[in-house]
């Protein structure tokens, strides 16, 4: 049936799979897209029998094709970038067969649990921190830790022209605490920690959204389980996708920084009545097959300490 409606470009580019609609609208901003031939603009709308080009490749819509998810445990030094000229970009680390991307960052110098995925309609649900979608860390710092200065970052930290929300904090051992946080600010724990006098020495994302990284070693990578997939898109199913313009909003990576906003996607044929007691899904069930780069020979050992 003809598209009488049209589609918004960027949801057109993040449905064939390319990437995600924010970077879609970076693209489009950057005139790196064309629409029957011309330069396309931000809002141009999609109709049947138009050719789109991103970048000199033409897109087609995929019709019925499953989303993936990659659970990556990513080393210090790989940049969450999709960009090729960036060296050790974590595409070229996982070395997928099919074109994903990395849902928000971690930074080069920090490591943990990352999601790739080739659902562009899902990212900016994640992402948005008014959407309260939790993420877990384990910090180590350099000097002693006192229950005064954790008091004082669960209460909010002045930064970036604004203030964190407050948080949970659960001290684990002299040196250690665990953080759990729903913003995405610019290295937002190292600038939380540096105002309170620490310096941290190892940054670790153990869990995102209810699913953990344990049984992941660094540098090694599965693909979801069914039942982690279900969670993603029952936990995200009535999250806002719309970009906000707010202060407290979080910056984005180097290929996500000009975003515009976006129509709130919608998924079908994905289960909705998935419930789960537990923090973590899946727990004790047989996971995915792990994967290991090879391009990673890092003796680094993956202690928490």
């Excluded at 906000?244 to 044929?269: F, I, L, M």
Aim: aromatic residues 6%; contains cysteine; glycine residues 8%.
């Amino acid at each position: 049936m003809p598209n009488i409606k049209g589609t918004r470009l960027n949801k057109f580019i993040s449905q064939s799979g390319y990437c995600s609609r924010r970077q879609a609208d970076v693209y489009i901003e950057n005139g790196q897209v064309k629409l029957n031939g011309r330069k396309a603009r931000v809002g141009d709308l999609v109709y049947s029998g138009n050719e789109v080009m991103v970048n000199g490749f033409s897109l087609d819509i995929k019709v019925d094709v499953p989303p993936i998810f990659i659970l990556l445990n990513k080393p210090v030094g790989i940049t969450s970038t999709t960009e090729k000229g960036v060296k050790e970009n974590i595409v070229d680390f996982v070395n997928y067969p099919e074109r994903i991307f990395p849902i928000g960052r971690l930074d080069k110098d920090s490591q943990g649990l990352i999601f790739l995925t080739n659902d562009g309609d899902i990212v900016n649900k994640i992402l948005r921190s008014g959407n309260k979608h939790e993420k877990e860390y384990l910090v180590t710092v350099d000097k002693c830790i006192t229950d005064s200065s954790l008091d004082h970052m669960r209460k909010g930290i002045p930064m970036l022209g604004t203030t964190t929300k407050k948080c949970k904090i659960e001290k684990e051992g002299p040196f250690i605490f665990k953080i759990h946080l729903i913003q995405g600010l610019n290295r937002q724990i190292r600038r939380m920690c540096d105002y309170v006098g620490y310096e941290v020495k190892k940054l670790e994302r153990i869990n995102i959204m209810g699913i953990s990284s344990d049984g992941l070693k660094v540098g090694e990578w599965r693909s979801a389980t069914s039942a982690e997939t279900d969670l993603i898109y029952s936990a995200t199913e009535k999250s806002n996708s719309e970009s906000e313009k707010t202060k407290s909003a979080p910056k984005r990576t180097q290929d996500q920084k000009k975003g515009s906003k976006s129509s709130e996607p919608k998924r079908k044929n994905l289960s909705n009545k998935s419930k789960f007691k537990s923090n973590t899904a899946d727990k004790g069930k047989l996971k995915s097959p792990v994967f290991k780069s090879k391009k990673y020979t890092s003796k680094r050992k993956n202690s928490r300490k």
